[in-house]
């Protein structure tokens, strides 16, 4: 996700000075910046798309014609058919295998955000000397990615990287989050509850993006036993990433066969369930929406649990703390786990005191960081 400053142009506009998070040192690489027109100058026919999120695809039109864009099978094949950009501008990586391109060795590693989001490691043979780059994308660290191979071998080296770091949730309002299982065991728990409740005719509606939180609906779906209705949209997508057999099984086209609809996540909304309800009358009494997002959860709650219950009539939202970023203390863990060299957040960052403080956050002691948390913890309401 890309939020507050970044220092890049916006969606209309270009510009023509890159920071390094958009460049990576040592690289005439460009990453999710097709916003930027470098002019003859600054000039880059090698290009890389993390994941197919708007905020990191903003300025790619199917006129492209600078270079060659590298990303993993699935994002590519979301570039080709939902903007169109001509097959021979697309190049695929995969994950876990090293690439040459322009001389510098490219390894692309899951990221463990959407579905074909990656982060790309950056390393220079050609340049003993020279630290290796690390992108994390959009990511959220997991004991999984603490047990990457290139993660791994690249916390091993005594060569410290250059890190460009997702700061989303740098903050201390967002120091931990439930763990993603945790949340879905909630998930697990709350359609049990929900479809046994009163006996009424629910609709369970699912949040999701143009590509993420599909974890969510695939395990309502092997919970309840039931298919997963998806429009024509979600399921174009759908049919360009890696699924297993049971999950493109657990899909309908027809949602007269199930009870369990994937909606956009602004579809979650009281006033957009009401909507839905008012549609479905005639076969449903109850809407029953789940809202997965980060955003839900927040250290001012004042609270761990992995779902909370709203209800206003006839209509039941679950809001999920159920992230696809990193929490401030996993930042932390990963930055301890990694070792950088230097840390450039490519989130927030407006070269400034927003700037320090993330720093500030990402690289105090443990001692230092327990007395901010309660320092912040005392300035809360109560």
Known sequence: MRGGTR?????????????????????????DGFEWD??????????????????????????????????????????????????????????GVPARVDGVQVTFIDANHCPGAVMILFEFPERPDASPVLHTGDFRFSARLARDETLVRIAASPKRPILILDTTYCSLEHDAFP???????????????????????????????????????????????????VGAAKRSVLDALS??????????????????HVVPMGST?????????????????????FRPTGWTFSANKKTSRA???????????????????????????????????????????????KLNDMLKLLRASDEEYAAMREEYTASMPT
């Open 243 to 260: 699924l297993t057999r049971d999950e493109r099984e657990a899909l309908t086209r027809d949602d007269k066969r199930t009870n369990l």
């Open 307 to 353: 779902s909370s219950r709203r209800q206003r009539g006839r209509l039941v939202q679950y809001g999920l703390p159920y992230s696809e970023h990193s929490s401030l203390s996993e930042l932390r863990a990963f930055i301890r786990f990694i070792n950088p060299r230097s840390i450039f957040p490519h989130v927030g960052n407006d070269g400034g005191e």
């Open 7 to 31: 220092g890049r142009g916006g969606g209309g506009s270009t510009r023509t000075s890159a920071p390094c998070w958009i460049r990576p040192p040592g690289t005439r690489f460009i990453v």
């Open 38 to 95: 470098l002019g003859r100058g600054g000039a880059c026919e090698t290009w890389f798309l993390t994941h197919f999120h708007a905020d990191h695809h903003r300025g790619l039109t199917k006129t492209f014609d600078k270079g060659i864009i590298y990303g993993t099978k699935e994002t590519l094949e979301l570039v080709r058919m939902k903007i169109q950009v001509p097959a021979l501008r697309l190049r695929a990586l995969e994950i």
């Open 179 to 229: 763990t993603q299982e945790y949340v879905l065991n909630a998930v697990r728990e709350a359609l049990t509850h929900e479809d046994n409740l009163d006996g009424a005719r629910k609709l369970f509606l699912f949040g999701t993006y143009t590509v993420g939180k599909e974890k969510v609906f695939f395990e309502a779906a092997r919970t309840l036993g039931r298919k997963v209705y």
């Open 269 to 289: 909304s009281f006033s957009k369930m009401a909507s839905i309800l008012k549609y479905y009358k005639s076969r449903f009494d109850t809407v029953v929406a």
